[in-house]
């Protein structure tokens, strides 16, 4: 529709029908079920409200898309059609590697043609707008919602963030792109002690240096719509945080898409203790400019008292209802109001085998060889006995908390792809993925993530043929992992190491002499070092999604040699969280080089300061050696460029991937700099014994930061530059910036 017919629409809108566009309600009030993360209350609005509502929260499936939009416009005067908005995260019914996994790939071009996949997919089906990507930093390996993020660093979430909205969105071509809704603004992955809807608090400076490159690149890339965060910033919660909402993202970065509350966070402001009641907060809320109001009775009941009281301008109302006019417009469902969904459609798209091999394809990229002593893989097809045990073995559901949608019919488990290379495979599951759930809550209405728990007899045979087959085997494969709900949101936990049974298991498996091989299926960075010692190879999967075993096996048999590189510290113990490569420099470095005597130097007592497995990090078949690390000039002007060329050389017989990771230091500042930061990185392919040249450019640009004027500038003086395979194994030069 022309926009100004869309305007004269607009001018035959009601307060109330204006109203109604802010709001969005879920499945149930349209007879479709319930999918819920918040509170489960009645909602308190009236059949008014329902007819005017503006959107649908994660009702999808063509079918009832058609259903619920026909009945919806049957009633609704101006035959304004409901937009269809869901988490489709990372897969719908194909699925991909929970995005920690993705950002080990480093391979954002990859990402944005699986998130193009995702999208058709999910059109197909009904979804219009898909509340992803995640980007907020994770840091904290306590945060169950590690698992939706791409990782710890502002530049790498940042070129996934761009990826990720490029994919979805898809230059807006016909059914096969869905608009992107970027989460969770801001900051949710700094929440303190990484407990699930604690407190944010830090510095503006580092907010705004770390926490919001990922959004504002999401934005950049033009995704449609904003979500607000559940926590705090600066001691404002963000739905109701104008500075937030209005004045960084809407004037300072442009933004004049849609902006959706999370889960009832409008309601939640008063939980929060910065309203009274639902008026104060969705005063808070309108005047933030936040659009929709998830699933609450906030906006609906009070904005129009609000405006009678003359507390706020129906302007506000007006300017939100216009946005969200627009996307609908925008996505023609003036014209087409199921948005192309047609459940044959979806039938003959899903699933796809050439979609199944670009889930495949990635997963090859995202899984990271953790651990590999004397050479225990690649595991050989012929003259090894291998036994397969472990409770993530042979379950289709290892898509983890946030693939609702994901379809196990079409999951290659590690047992079937095992199969496949093997013929037949001794397994057992061994023991439980926990012994008790009762913990863990329950999700929505999805039981199959409980899963089945074994007791008694049962459990022990499970166990007994386990280690017969350790027994009878050269080399076990053991698939283990975290419970899928131990992660995602509501997962926090302070014990962030393997399952007690799976620890113990390991620990039996490897008393019997056996190789063990550890395949692990989790959320979070988990703290390794309880089973480090009976694993002779550590291979994470994280939840690897629908060809998951396939990959596995590619990387076990060394027909894929593992490229995947870590984007998050994984910790000796939970008592290092937070953690990331990029601390700041302290006054007591505890560098070998320091004045101070060992004791007075930032340190622990029983563990060193580093992650066990920094980011960065992954093993390869191959064996690279960086070299002649050189700088085309070692003075650079603010209008300059530095040429950084470096060899690297592939010293074994197997052609494998380097990620080649450039990083930089800023020696003095004006304030506090990190002792490292990502500035570039490369994935170069190298043949056998062959030596390739890889290079960058280091601009003025990468040497900003927000200075102690909170000016975004870069500063004269010195800087190193770092190249290498990981955050803690580089070569390094310098240079000087004039
Ligand atoms: C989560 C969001 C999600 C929303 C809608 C919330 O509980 O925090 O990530 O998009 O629910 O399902």
């Known amino acids: ?62 079918d009832t898309v058609h259903k619920v939009q026909d009945q919806y416009l049957q009633r609704s005067r101006l035959k304004i059609p409901l937009l269809f908005m869901s988490d489709i995260i990372y897969g719908y019914k194909t699925v991909f590697p929970i995005p920690m996994g993705l950002g080990a790939t480093w391979n954002p071009d990859l990402i944005r043609e699986d998130y193009k996949i995702i999208a058709e997919e999910a059109v197909t089906d009904g979804g219009m707008v898909t509340f992803s990507p995640a980007v907020d930093i994770v840091r904290d390996a306590r945060w169950g919602r590690c698992l939706e993020m791409p990782g710890e660093d502002p530049y790498l979430s940042s070129c996934f963030a761009k990826a990720m909205v490029e994919g979805f969105q898809n230059n807006w071509e016909k059914g096969k792109s869905i608009a992107s ?13 990484g407990r699930e ?16 490159p990922p959004y504002k690149a999401a934005v950049d890339a033009g995704c449609e719509m904003v979500m607000t965060s559940f926590n705090t910033v600066d001691m404002m919660p963000a739905t109701g945080n104008k500075w937030l909402m209005d004045d960084v993202l809407r004037k300072e970065w442009g933004f004049d898409g849609v902006i959706i509350t999370d889960y009832a966070a409008i309601q939640e402001l008063i939980g929060h203790g910065v309203a009274k009641d639902k008026y104060e907060a969705s005063k808070l809320a309108i005047q933030a400019t936040v659009d929709i109001d998830m699933k609450t009775n906030c906006y609906s009941n009070h904005l129009q008292p609000l405006i009678e009281n003359g507390e706020i301008s129906e302007d506000l109302i007006n300017e939100s209802c216009w946005r969200i006019l627009k996307l609908k417009n925008k996505l023609g469902l003036f014209e087409d109001p199921y948005f192309g969904c047609d459940a044959k459609l979806c039938e003959q798209t899903c699933c796809k085998p050439e979609f199944i091999e670009q889930a495949n394809k990635t997963c090859n990229e995202a899984l990271v060889l953790l651990k590999n002593d004397n050479d225990v893989l690649p595991l050989k097809k012929t003259g090894q006995k291998i036994g397969l045990i472990g409770p993530y073995a042979d379950n289709p559901g290892i898509f983890g908390m946030w693939a609702l949608h994901g379809d196990r019919k079409y999951t290659i488990t590690v047992k079937k792809a095992l199969e496949d290379v093997l013929g037949t495979v001794e397994y057992s599951a061994g023991c439980n993925v926990l012994d008790d759930t009762s913990c863990l809550g329950g999700f929505g209405n999805i039981p199959s993530l409980a899963g089945v728990i074994k007791t008694g007899d049962e459990l022990a045979e499970d166990e007994a043929k386990a280690l017969e087959i350790a027994k009878n085997s050269d080399v076990v494969i053991m698939a283990m992992g975290e ?61 690897p999604g629908t060809a998951g075993g396939k990959s596995i096996c590619n990387v076990l048999f060394g027909d894929y040699n593992p490229s995947g590189r870590l984007s998050v510290s994984f910790p000796h113990n939970v008592g290092q969280c937070p953690l990331y490569y990029s601390q700041y420099s302290t006054g007591r470095p505890s560098s070998p080089d320091s004045v101070h005597n060992t004791r007075f130097v930032t340190h622990y007592l029983d563990v060193p300061n580093e992650a066990l497995f920094p980011f960065g ?63 570039g990185f490369k994935k170069v392919q190298l043949q056998p014994h062959e030596t390739v040249n890889v290079s960058f450019e280091i601009t003025e640009e990468m040497l900003r930061f927000y200075t102690r004027s909170m000016k975004y500038e870069s500063e004269p003086g010195d800087f190193k530059v770092f190249v290498g395979c990981n955050s803690m194994n580089l070569i390094s030069t310098s240079f000087t910036l004039k």
């Open 617 to 679: 990090y992954g093993l390869s078949y191959h064996k690279a050696r960086y070299s002649n690390l050189v700088l085309d000039t070692d003075k650079m002007s603010k209008d300059s460029t530095i040429h950084v060329s470096v060899d690297v050389t592939n010293e074994s017989d197997v052609a494998g991937i380097e990620t080649v990771q450039l990083y930089i230091r800023d020696l003095v500042g004006s304030v506090v700099r990190p002792i490292l930061e990502l500035k």
């Open 197 to 212: 809807y604690n407190t944010v608090d830090m510095s503006e400076r580092r907010f705004r240096q770390e926490y919001l």
């Open 181 to 193: 809704c970027v989460k969770h603004y801001a900051g949710y992955g700094a929440v303190e002690a």
């Open 1 to 62: 529709m022309q926009e100004a017919k869309l305007r004269e629409l607009m001018d035959q809108m009601t307060l109330q029908e204006k109203i109604g566009q802010l709001v969005q309600l879920s499945g149930d009030v349209f007879n479709t079920g319930d999918l819920s993360t918040g509170p489960q209350e009645k909602l308190g609005i009236t059949q008014e409200v329902v007819d005017n509502c503006g959107s649908v929260l994660n009702v999808i499936g063509a």
């Open 483 to 543: 419970h899928i709900l131990q992660s995602g949101e509501g997962g926090a936990r302070t014990d962030i190491t393997l399952p007690e049974p799976q620890k113990q298991l390991i620990r039996k498996v490897k008393a019997t002499g056996t190789e063990v091989v550890v395949v692990l299926f989790n959320g979070r960075p988990l703290a390794l070092t309880d089973i480090l010692e009976d694993a002779d190879a550590i291979l994470e999967a994280w939840y």
